[in-house]
């Protein structure tokens, strides 16, 4: 039954957030927001949905190790996984704002977290507030810096016509299939847990980050398969800053979020900070501002042996 709850709550996630973006991108061509801050604010804070909902669930269900590690393993999936399949589809070309704003920030927030969790062991409303706050501001350069005749190929144009009421609806069934997902997936996740004899923290970073990954990873691959250079790791890296900003930092003020297990500061957060950062000498080693199918590989590969080693060593 647990498994039966964990493959419905990531079905419904899918779709509850599906329903989202659409809705939300459609209500903000209805206040007249350009095509290209939609594609960077709104887009981005729907499509993390369904990672705010699994940890807020997580942090009021009791299983805090979830919510922590479901942003952890997302970062680390999106790194390893997301990218590194997408490199062995198509080579990536890597945009040179990629070190210049990007990678800088996502490690700074990266750091910041660390330092919030191993501090005092929670991350309490104000560090909460402080990272959200950050995300803001990262926000707010990233629109100035961007350039007015940059077009966001995430944002449909056709949802500009919808009806209020459709939009109502949308917003209504995402809603819905969020809070259902998301508690079915914690749930599910946390009796399969028990079942396997592992610790919440690795179901966190390993079940439910792959899963939440998963509609990224398919219109990644998707994307790359039709040779659409709208990949880019910039997205990918954005995706990261958003799970920490906006994931970790909203539930943190809903709930402050402590530390229950011992392994997500002395393994899973360094398994994060060691592949953000492996990210510069990548992309310059041994072709510039190229990720290619080898560098994919490595990717994979060193997601391979994460995955195994946090089942092995528990």
Not at 11 to 31: N, Q
Not at 62 to 86: C, D, E, K, R, Y
Request: glycine share 8%.
């Amino acid at each position: 039954m647990s498994i039966v709850l964990v493959i419905l709550g990531f079905i419904l996630l899918v779709i509850g957030g599906e329903f989202l973006v659409r809705s939300s991108v459609a209500l903000s061509f209805k206040f007249n927001i350009s095509k290209m801050v939609i594609g960077m604010t709104v887009v981005s804070f729907a499509t993390s949905a369904p990672e705010l909902l699994v940890s807020v669930q997580a942090a009021f269900s009791g299983s805090p190790a979830i919510a922590i590690n479901n942003v952890i393993g997302s970062n680390i999936a999106n790194i390893g996984l997301v990218l590194g399949i997408t490199a062995l589809v198509s080579a990536i070309d890597v945009d040179r704002s990629f070190y210049k704003l990007n990678w800088p920030v996502m490690m700074v927030f990266s750091i910041a977290l660390y330092y919030f969790l191993s501090n005092d062991m929670v991350l309490s409303m104000l560090e909460g507030g402080v990272l959200f706050a950050g995300l803001i501001l990262f926000l707010v350069v990233l629109v100035r810096s961007a350039r007015k005749d940059v077009v966001s190929d995430e944002v449909d144009e056709t949802l500009a016509v919808v009806s209020n009421f459709k939009i109502i609806i949308w917003l209504l069934i995402g809603a819905a299939a969020l809070y259902f997902g998301s508690e079915w997936l914690v749930e599910g996740s946390k009796e399969i847990a028990l079942a396997m004899g592992v610790s919440e923290a690795v179901i966190g970073v390993s079940l439910i980050a792959i899963g939440t990954s998963v509609p990224e990873l398919a219109a990644s691959v998707i994307a790359a398969a039709k040779q659409e250079k709208a990949i880019s790791l910039g997205n990918l890296i954005g995706s990261n800053i958003f799970n920490i900003g906006s994931v970790l930092g909203l539930t943190a003020l809903v709930k402050p979020i402590p530390v229950t297990a011992p392994e997500i500061l002395t393994n899973d957060i360094l398994w994060m900070l060691g592949f953000a950062a492996v990210l510069v000498p990548l992309i310059f080693l041994p072709k510039k501002l190229k990720i290619n199918r080898i560098k994919g590989l490595v990717l994979v590969a060193a997601y391979g042996v994460f995955m195994f080693l946090i089942f092995t060593n528990k």
